[in-house]
């Protein structure tokens, strides 16, 4: 244990001389840093939210309402392929998660079977002897679904944060059916909680041949298929249910102004699916009109005058230029999936952050100051052996945290405290034995050998158990508390190497210079 | 040469094992103390546990709290909590989780309905109670904001759902057992069984008593409390596993020693290197707990208890407990001294 290769000696330095590097960018302010060139170490410790201020917004997405959706569209698909083969039935509804209907002659049940098959309706059906149709989702299904509208779900909220300009937003996932969204520097996130929250869903419909003209009053009863949605100029419209387009075909939507009118418009481009669809519907049904539909209302209704081949129109509704930029942006970043609800909103102002950080640097600078003075007491040389690695732990530690891009949150300022102290441990452990060893008459030599060799065991074992727990927080806590369970792990990992190489190395050399006869511990 | 502070004379003998019942019987009362105050006083659950709204402000001038308080609780948000904390300037004030009224479902509807023209019935009475709710607190914010005027700053603002609440308890618990086991587990690997079961009860006994603590003072108790009480486990472990790593030393050494006297000596032994460690890793917790400000103050003081008490457990709990746990002496003392473990790594 006091003896040191040549090799071992030098990457110790290179790793405390490489610590002190990456730690340095910590020093400039961002603009400074990203001045450096790009071959010199610049990254810095990015602060958590209760350090710089900003908000975070937990968000639940209501997946049922999909879940719902999607079997609203499975019942219409359901009728549509019985009423083009004219098989009677009764009773087609959605409930408790399931459609369903009742055959009026059960002897029809293999040739719905077949029929299903050729047309399958999203859901899987199943039909009894007495001609009970049950279609619902598999279990599968369902988790497939959840995965896959959370996924769009958080590539939407990020499109819409990104086109408002927020700098550095982080949205995770969380659990099954959550998403948390991160915004520092948002001190009042109302605005952006309402543009996130928009489900902006656009769908193209035809407007029912049935009733070809917007009607003032809300009809009470439309034909099978069909659906009367308000519009915005007030009166009602009654389109058919079928969907045509929906806003994910679109590739491009910028506002812009009616050629020849000059009012507000919203120019759009659909991806080549989308125009070779809307080629064929807008040649098909040339002289009906077409409904746009936002959020269950029918913005525009422009009759179909010619074939429109490139994919390209636009939408003229009853709009403020404003209107148009804002629905630009919304079909730019694309429809939710599924609406959205806060659950947890926590905001910070930046001059509460500024204060954490004073503070957080006080009491650690004070607590370091205060443990520095009474190791010196304690242990007077070995003291200063001591201090010395106490510092580059520090050094390290904010140089691996650099490193890794890792956040600083007020709790982890509080576990670097703490892995101070366990450094600390190592050290007082080392020292204790070493003392042991001289009250057993062993001479300086032997006495740190065998100090080392006895502390090392201990020492691996009590920073071991610390890791362990810290895993668990890091796994199982939530936002902040992970914080304090990474830096309470780089910490313990790098006070194992400052304790057990650093110190060691600065013994052995004085050891070598000194050649005491005695050691003064 | 200046040879340092020796706190603690090497030949220092004290019959830690005496007092054993004594001790056994205070940790006891502690725990089952502890456990009656969390079952019938309740904890001081931060808005994190229990849902709701915390605000923290900043007044122009020294905040008038009875002033305030008055202002506040004409509003009818509920129980008004408020604290003065840090600078006379600074108040934080906690509302309750409100609960949604008809007036907010009438506007919630209004406006789903005004946005989202044409929803479905079915649809509409889903969506609104969760807007509503979700509209009261808004309301309650504003409220506050309203009434407290445009002077005041408002430095921090948190709405917890209860929903979220119970799931944050519910996770908090599962990290703190599940640590403590992976602990244990740990320890059992490395030494015995009996030093594993006796880490858990004594880890267990400080948790539960620095929860009970909590349950005591009534202090605030939040995910950083939680922090802090995991952060007393693995402190605690440490200073365990210290100890138990002597004993299994001495375990080897003398094989014929009384296990009592044994057990005593070895605690006697590590008595220098457990006063200094404690001793500075309370000196920066209480740098933290006198300069870290408000928001570390439950952390610090949790830490400063854990610290004694971890201690404390590990003298008089941890160590003397394993004189009834039938210990195989034998099979310690043929283990592999770790010494020799030591060396063999290059």
Known sequence: ?521 | MYRGLHLIPHDTRIDFMRYHKVTFAFSMIMVVGSILLIAFKGLNFGVDFAGGILMEVTAPGPADLSKLRLQLTELGLGEVSLQQFGKPETVSIRLQHQNYGDQDLATVSEKLKTERKGIAKDELDRLAPVLAEQEAQQRAIKAVQTALGPTYTYDRTDFVGPKVGSELIQSAIWATVLALFGIMAYVWFRYEWQFGVNCLVALAHDCITTVGMFALIGWQFDLTTVAAVLTIAGYSVNDTVVIYDRIREELRRYKKMPLGELLSMSINRTLSRTVMTSGLTLLSVIAILFFGGEVLRGFSLAMTWGIVAGTYSTICVASPMLIYMNLRREKVGSMKPDAEKAASRP
């Open chain 1, 1 to 521: 244990m006091v003896h040191f290769a040549k090799w071992q000696t030098w990457l110790t330095l290179a790793i405390l001389v490489a610590g002190i590097i990456f730690s340095l960018p910590n020093l400039l302010t961002q603009q400074q840093a990203d001045a450096l060139p790009s071959w010199v170490p610049h990254n810095r410790i990015s602060l958590g939210l209760d350090l710089q201020g900003g908000s975070h917004l937990l968000f639940q997405v209501d997946i049922d309402a999909v879940v719902r959706e999607r079997l609203e569209t499975a019942k219409d698909s359901l009728r549509d392929v019985l009423r083009k083969n004219s098989i009677n039935y009764t009773g087609l509804v959605v409930a408790n998660d399931t459609v369903t209907a009742q055959l009026a002659d059960p002897s029809t049940r293999d040739k719905v079977q077949s029929l299903l098959q050729d047309s399958p309706i999203g859901v899987a059906v199943q039909i009894d002897d007495t001609g009970k149709i049950q279609g619902a989702f598999s279990d599968q299904d369902i988790r497939q679904l959840k995965g896959q509208i959370i996924e769009q779900s958080i590539e939407i909220v990020r499109r819409r944060i990104d086109l408002e300009g927020v700098k550095e937003p982080t949205i995770i996932r969380q659990g099954e059916d959550r998403v948390i969204v991160q915004l520092p520097g948002v001190g009042d996130p109302t605005h952006l909680q309402e543009l996130i929250g928009k489900t902006a869903k656009m769908t193209f419909h035809l407007v029912s041949d049935a009733a070809p003209t917007p009607t003032h009053e809300k009809p009470t009863t439309v034909p099978p298929g069909t659906v009367a949605l308000p519009s915005t100029d007030g009166g009602y419209e009654i389109i058919e249910t079928r969907v045509i387009l929906t806003g994910e075909n679109l590739v491009d939507a910028q506002a812009g102004t009616h050629p020849t009118n000059g009012r507000p418009i919203v120019n759009f481009e659909f991806d080549s699916a989308g125009a070779r669809k809307f080629a064929r519907v807008t040649t098909d049904d040339v002289n009906r009109r077409f409904a746009i539909v936002l959020d269950n209302e029918v913005i525009s209704a422009p009759r179909i005058n010619e074939p429109i081949p490139g994919g390209r129109g636009f939408i003229e509704g009853q709009f403020t230029p404003q209107q148009t930029h804002d629905l630009a942006v919304e079909l730019r970043a694309g429809a939710l999936p599924a609406p959205l609800t806060v659950l947890e909103k926590r905001t910070v102002g930046a001059e509460l952050g500024a204060d954490s950080i004073a503070t957080g640097k006080l009491a650690s600078f004070m607590g370091l100051a205060l443990v520095i003075v009474a190791v010196l007491i304690c242990y007077g040389l070995f003291g200063v052996f001591t201090n010395v690695a106490l510092m580059f732990n520090f050094v390290l530690l904010v140089a691996a945290m650099s490193l890794l891009q890792a956040t600083l949150t007020l709790p982890g300022i509080a576990g670097m405290v703490l892995s101070l102290g366990i450094a600390v441990d190592a050290n007082v452990l080392i020292h204790e034995r070493i003392r042991e060893e001289v009250r057993n008459a062993r001479g300086p030599v032997m006495a740190i050998d065998a100090g080392y060799r006895a502390a090392f065991g201990t020492i691996a074992d009590s920073h071991l158990t610390t890791i362990i727990s810290s895993a668990f927080l890091l796994y199982f806590g939530s936002g902040t508390v992970k914080g304090f369970a990474v830096t309470l792990i780089l910490g313990t990992i790098i006070s194992l190497f400052t304790a057990v190489v650093v110190t060691r190395l600065f013994i052995v050399v004085w050891l070598r210079h000194a050649r005491p006869q005695v050691l003064p511990i």
